[in-house]
């Protein structure tokens, strides 16, 4: 698998992509997963993929030579929007040259894309592309993508960043999102891909390949995972069963008591008669109960 994320803010585009690639736990390989288009001074596009790894460098080989009949290619249409029809093009084709043969062997045609960029003369653009060639585009209510296990890297995100945030904080916010996701899944794995790229330069000015000796991302793994830490410890515990004259940190009410959905015993099991439900106690009550004389 993999963990791609894009964002799209006011000064500019963030790409960061993992490279691990997997057939199971013991046939792991490494394969870069963003490739960059680029003529400086015209315009600089960059594509991550997920999903089967034969299918997508298909789709690259496709969209790097291929000319319309009407003589258009990524390296020359007038906007970002052409370009990503281009690549919803490229995906199709390559379905209907292999989806069939792959489906006799038991494998899907799996493949999903990140696609962003700017060429001279419009603003900055970002769009995610599916297996049926079709795709939609970032706005300032969406502002990023991801695809491959996004799951774990999604919380920050969307409590971090919006269009206005500024490239370096975004930059920072997506390795926080690529360190979730290597602690929590192992089929994502360094080395890592990122490129900051800031708008109207037309050209590739900031990036970097991370592996596990880049001192600022280990500085970012093991920062954010103390202050992890030490938030969650002063956070306070929960009150339970709480009286009337307590108004924080309530999680429930004396008086006031939530039931589980209890499944009945069969009826030849009768309780024992000297067993009786032990009332419910608050934290403070629980640990005065098990403190030691």
């Known amino acids: 698998m993999t963990y791609c994320v894009a964002m799209r803010l006011e000064t500019g585009l963030v790409f960061l992509s993992d490279s691990r690639t997997n057939a199971g736990v013991d046939q792991v390989g490494t394969f870069r997963k963003t490739s960059v288009f680029e003529n400086p001074g015209d315009r600089i596009m960059v594509l991550m993929t997920a999903g089967n790894l034969s299918i997508s460098q298909s789709i690259r080989q496709i969209i790097a030579e291929q000319v319309t009949a009407d ?10 929007y052409e370009a990503a029809q281009i690549i919803g093009e490229a995906i199709r084709l390559v379905h209907e040259r292999d989806a069939k043969s792959l489906e006799q062997f038991g494998i899907d045609f799996n493949v999903s894309m990140i696609f962003g960029g700017q060429i001279k003369g419009e603003r900055c653009r970002l769009f995610q592309m599916y297996s049926a060639g079709n795709f939609i585009e970032s706005h300032n209510e969406n502002t990023y993508f991801q695809i491959g296990e996004a799951k774990y890297g999604k919380p920050i995100i969307d409590r971090v960043i919006t269009p206005s945030t500024p490239l370096d904080e975004a930059a920072k916010c997506a390795l926080i999102s690529m360190d979730s996701t290597l602690r929590s899944n192992i089929s994502v794995g360094l080395p890592l891909d990122l490129l900051i790229y800031e708008a109207d330069t037309l050209a590739v000015t900031r990036f970097v390949t991370i592996d596990e000796k880049n001192q600022y991302f280990q500085m970012i793994r093991n920062t954010w995972g103390k202050q992890l830490k030490s938030v969650f410890e002063g956070i306070a515990d929960p009150v339970w069963n709480a009286a009337p004259d307590i108004t924080v940190n309530v999680l429930s009410e004396a008086g006031t008591q939530s039931q ?11 309780a024992p008669s000297d067993v009786h439900p032990a009332p419910l106690q608050t934290l403070a009550q629980q640990s005065g109960t098990n403190r030691q004389p």
Not at 71 to 79: E, L, P, Q
Not at 260 to 269: G, Q
């Open 71 to 80: 003589g258009k290619s990524i390296w020359n249409v007038a906007s970002m």
């Open 260 to 270: 589980p959905v209890r499944v009945p015993p069969p009826p030849n099991l009768a």
